[in-house]
């Protein structure tokens, strides 16, 4: 009895610091979070900062802080103000736009086959823009203050991008130390095992921000320039909407696509080919080739785990979770293979 409670008591006051701990940090773990991927990203970076500063790892956890938060402050600052006049824009612009009948290009009326059908399809969007006019135009005028309230409220992104920051040159400086402490713990619960476990993690980190995160800004600036290029509407606006729909294994010709009917139905016929060959051709080479040679390469995960990890993650636990889900995934497949290895080896 006496050492029940020896060791219960201990694991007891434990469990419940830790209970507290959580409560008073949990407003904190989304900076913390997107902080440790930044620093994750871009350490070789700092190491060579580092050394270029004569090993003084304060002023170069600075540097390297003062450089990450203008290369991510400015630009927001930027599509934020450009997003926001294009959602303005389109809002004021919509019942003009339902009032409008799409033009029917002429090689329509020629397409063997599909060459009616296509033109019967125009003929019943009348009642399609009625239904639209009538039923959500009202709405979205309704909400649309709502709506760019949001988009233009920079006050809460600039309170998780300050801290985010704050947390970044704090880990720059002390993670290795942390790092260090964190292995010398684990290790005493896990075993030697926690090595397989830290190198999954790393490999499926590493293969989200190259496969994922990258292509995705990739696919969204080429994009862009075809949008800019064919003279469409907001075209920042669809940019974002194109980073964030790749996210989604093939998902960036949900956008393209749309906007390429857009302009053919409004008789821009050049520009709606043009589009559709820049988006066939060039933003969706990304997407089918470079992705998944990209995670492929860094780690023996399989693409699809990846692809559900990166979905359940980000329905989960919102953008940060398009890290944590394939990263949870990866070390459930490492426990999983050595839970395979130990049953083959006895």
Not at 5 to 15: C, D, E, N, Q, V
Not at 154 to 182: E, K, N, P, S
Not at 274 to 286: D, I, N, R, T
């Amino acid at each position: 009895m006496e050492a029940i409670t020896r060791y219960f008591a201990p694991g007891l006051l434990l469990g419940g610091l830790l209970a507290l701990a959580y409560l008073v940090l949990q407003h904190f773990l989304v900076p913390v979070g997107w902080a440790t991927i930044l620093v994750y990203s871009s350490w070789p970076l700092f190491l060579r900062v580092e050394r270029l500063l004569g090993n003084k790892t304060s002023w170069a956890a600075l540097a390297m802080t003062l450089g990450l938060a203008a290369t991510i402050i400015v630009p927001l600052i930027w599509i934020s103000a450009l997003s926001q006049k294009e959602v303005a824009a389109f809002f004021r612009n919509l019942p003009l736009w339902l009032e409008q009948k799409p033009e029917v290009p002429p090689f329509v009326s020629r397409i063997p086959y599909l060459g009616p059908e296509l033109l019967n399809l125009f003929d019943q969007s009348d009642d399609l823009r009625g239904l639209l006019k009538e039923r959500v135009a009202p709405w979205l005028r309704q909400f649309s203050g709502e709506i760019l309230s949001i988009v233009s409220d920079v006050g809460v992104i600039a309170a998780q991008l300050g801290l985010t920051l704050l947390t970044t040159f704090f880990l720059y400086r002390d993670g290795r130390h942390a790092v260090g402490q964190i292995r010398q713990v684990l290790t005493q619960a896990v075993g030697e095992r926690l090595k397989d476990y830290f190198g999954a993690a790393q490999a499926t980190t590493k293969a989200v921000v190259y496969g994922i995160v990258l292509t995705a800004l990739a696919q969204g600036a080429l994009a862009g320039l075809g949008y800019w290029a064919t003279g469409i509407g907001a075209p920042v606006l669809l940019s974002i909407l194109t980073m964030f729909f790749a996210l989604i294994p093939f998902g960036t010709p949900l956008v393209w696509v749309s906007a390429s009917i857009w302009l053919l139905a409004n008789g821009q016929h050049w520009a709606g080919i043009s589009l559709a060959l820049w988006g066939s051709l060039v933003v969706s080479w990304v997407d089918n080739i470079v992705r998944p040679l990209v995670i492929s390469g860094a780690t023996r995960i399989p693409f699809l785990l990846v692809f559900f990890g990166v979905l359940g993650g980000l329905a989960r636990f919102g953008l940060i979770g398009l890290f944590l889900g394939p990263v949870i995934l990866a070390l459930s497949l490492t426990v999983w293979r050595e839970w395979l290895g130990k049953r083959a080896s006895s």
